[in-house]
């Protein structure tokens, strides 16, 4: 009201974002203002690049670009269209950004399966609103070329994380397909003294041999 | 490295972002990215829009839009073109936010001046890079029509505040147009017990007849 509608509106629009309040949404934009124009066109062209041409990848749903590696009208994103990947693993995750964490580990070298969330039956998210049956295919389809061994189930460790493990894992049990998940336990750095039960139950499950 | 160049460009615009960092700008691409294709292509409207639209009033030097109120080759924001706000006072203000926060007591209903900046000899902002000439300018011009009889300076209770409302009042001094500065007291809801030295000084200075 005080200020032009396209103002107010790219506030409305901060506004939205996860954990911005309007007073940061109105710094942010204000912010934007006092940069040269450059900038703020630097801005507007990396939005217009996302919306034209980010696409999901064919085989496992992480983030690709339009025509990155189109193989017969499909497109791959770079670890998948990667010869050097193990394409025997996969690590099953719950959003893409799980992939850049595991990746920056630099321990891992399989393929990732992108589920597009967990089972959730608070939010009622349901199976059928998960990438399985792409799974399911996608594990199928392997036995022709270079069979998948290994499904590494890499959750949050939290009821939902579990429960997803739980569906998956009944599903695949009957295949001979090695069924992993990651180490409870405890982190790197923390103290004994200040860990909770369920963490200290699980590392003392898991204790390894030496 | 792990995602395409257009979402790690849309994640390095948000990092810049004054208290954004790296993780907090993955998290909104990643949301937005969550989001059905039509919020993405708003967002990026509302961007296109400011980048394109947004120019400073010619008077005032608040934001406003191209062709708004246009007079004569010059764009007036809505302000300085409402002919309802009395024009014989002034409010002169450090940015343009300061603008919304005084409309929003809807106690003035003058005309404001926005220095784009105060006085900061640390960050070596002199008087030549604020709009303090184009002040002088406006105020000899005003002569001729409604001449300005009072001059707010409403800037941030510090040392560069301080130093701004010291030097414009050198030179406004000379004239005959009263020169006002924003009570300095006890906020609302403060605790005298809690009041620092300075404020509790001041309040005493000034303090008010009953």
Same mark, same amino acid.
């Given at each position: ?31 934007? @203002? ?15 690049? @996302?919306e ?6 064919? @085989?496992?749903?992480?983030? !690709?670009e ?11 994103? /770079? ?5 050097? *990947?193990?394409? /025997? ?5 719950a959003?893409?950004?799980?992939? @850049? !964490? =595991? ?17 959730? !039956? ?17 594990? *199928?389809? /392997?036995?022709? /070329? ?16 579990e429960?997803? =493990? ?13 069924? !992993?998940?990651?180490? *409870? ?26």
């Open positions: 009201m005080f200020f032009p509608s396209s103002i107010q509106n790219l506030i409305n629009q901060f506004n939205k974002l996860p954990g911005i309040g309007i007073k940061t949404a109105e710094k942010f934009v204000f912010y934007l @203002l006092k940069q040269p124009k450059g900038k703020l066109k630097e801005f507007n062209l990396a939005f217009e690049e @996302l034209k041409k980010i696409i999901k990848c064919s @085989l496992c749903f992480n983030f !690709t339009i025509n990155n590696f189109n193989k017969d009208g499909f497109n791959f994103c /770079s670890i998948c269209a990667d010869s050097q *990947r193990d394409k /025997s693993i996969l690590c099953v995750i959003e893409p950004q799980d992939l @850049l !964490t =595991i990746e920056k580990t630099n321990e891992y070298h399989g393929l990732y399966h992108i589920l597009n969330g967990v089972i959730n !039956t608070i939010k009622e998210i349901g199976p059928e609103r998960l990438k399985i049956k792409e799974l399911i295919q996608r594990i *199928r389809n /392997s036995q022709s /070329s270079t069979p998948v061994k290994e499904i590494i189930l890499a959750f949050n460790p939290d009821i939902e994380g429960t997803t =493990i739980l569906y998956l894992t009944k599903i695949f049990k009957p295949s001979k397909i090695k069924i !992993t998940r990651l180490a *409870r336990g405890l982190p790197m750095g923390s103290e004994l003294e200040y860990a909770d039960e369920i963490t200290l139950t699980n590392a003392l499950k898991n204790r390894q041999n030496l």
